[in-house]
Nanobody, 121 residues
Framework: QVQLVESGGGLVQPGGSLSLSCTAS????????MDWYRQSAGKQRELVGT???????NYADSVKGRFALSRDNDKNTIYLQMNSLKPEDTAVYYC???????????????WGQGTQVTVSL
């Protein structure tokens, strides 16, 4: 069984920084792309950024230049460094990953439980 566990959410003032992490654990053969999504009240879940196994990454326009993804393949962990945070970044942030649990097996999508990020005075 595969689990994604997020950590690092919390309350921060506008202009501040916060770092999230997400670790995939369980019976894992290979982790492909890993992503962060977010969902704020009354809105659809949106993609924040994606990082691939070779550490290439891309970001939503709303966070470009402020957020940065990094990845530790040995630990099956990704990190989201969030700088210059704005109130509109307030949301529940979800980790998502495409994972293969055995050689030649199918790729499946997994989600974390979500972690709250609140940007407020």
């Amino acid at each position: 069984q595969v689990q994604l566990v997020e950590s690092g959410g919390g309350l921060v003032q506008p202009g501040g920084s916060l770092s999230l992490s997400c670790t995939a654990s369980g019976s894992i053969f290979h982790v492909a792309q890993m992503d962060w999504y977010r969902q704020s009240a009354g809105k659809q879940r949106e993609l924040v950024g994606t990082i691939y196994a070779d550490s290439r990454s891309n970001y939503a326009d709303s966070v470009k230049g402020r957020f940065a993804l990094s990845r530790d393949n040995d630990k099956n962990t990704i990190y989201l460094q969030m700088n210059s945070l704005k109130p509109e970044d307030t949301a529940v942030y979800y980790c998502h990953a495409g994972i293969q649990t055995r050689s030649w097996g199918p790729w499946r999508e997994y989600w974390g439980q979500g972690t709250q990020v609140t940007v407020s005075l």
